[in-house]
């Protein structure tokens, strides 16, 4: 083990030489207990020692991340972790002081894919092809996106809007 200048090192070290379990064990046991009464000190001050969680602390970790999940085979559908596994949950705040939604990047790159293929559509076919480009990606890209995003993601945007 270490040397103990922590309260973490010194419950692991102590798990670590009373019940014989490895220092692995140990780290992991002592960030499962922290983790389950919504304090992360001790992830964050192994995952700055190059700890790596075992199996059972990163599916925590994902789903305090991520607590209500749809189904992979049918996206209506959702299940939510129990409060008795998953206590609590882990969110992202802003820090910096400015107001308005977070960025969404799933968002932001399914338009750029949409972007870059009407671009390239509409190059290849010619001027005055625009909505014509526009129901071909209605027709590959419908039921999930409908027309009125795919104009949203294909408008041209002001520099001052960060878009």
Not at 45 to 56: F, K, N, Q, S, V
């Amino acid at each position: 083990m270490t040397e103990i200048d922590n309260p973490f090192d010194g419950e692991a070290a102590r798990l670590f030489h009373e019940q014989g379990v490895t220092e692995q064990q140990a780290r992991d046991y002592v960030v499962l207990r922290y983790l389950k009464v919504g304090n992360t000190r001790a992830l964050a001050h192994w995952l700055e020692a190059d700890y790596c969680p075992g199996e059972t602390v990163r599916r925590l970790i994902s789903f305090m991340l991520q607590p209500v999940r749809a189904d992979a085979d049918d996206p209506d559908k959702t299940y939510t972790s129990s409060l008795e596994a998953v206590p609590f949950e882990l969110t992202a705040k802003r820090r910096d002081g400015k107001r308005g939604a977070p960025k969404k990047p799933v968002a932001d790159e399914r338009n750029q894919a949409i972007y870059d293929y009407y671009d390239r559509r509409v190059a290849e076919s010619g001027a005055g092809n625009s909505d014509s480009v526009i129901l071909e990606l209605v027709e590959l890209l419908k039921p999930d996106i409908k027309e009125s995003a795919i104009r949203e993601a294909i408008k041209v945007r002001s520099p001052k809007s960060g878009s």
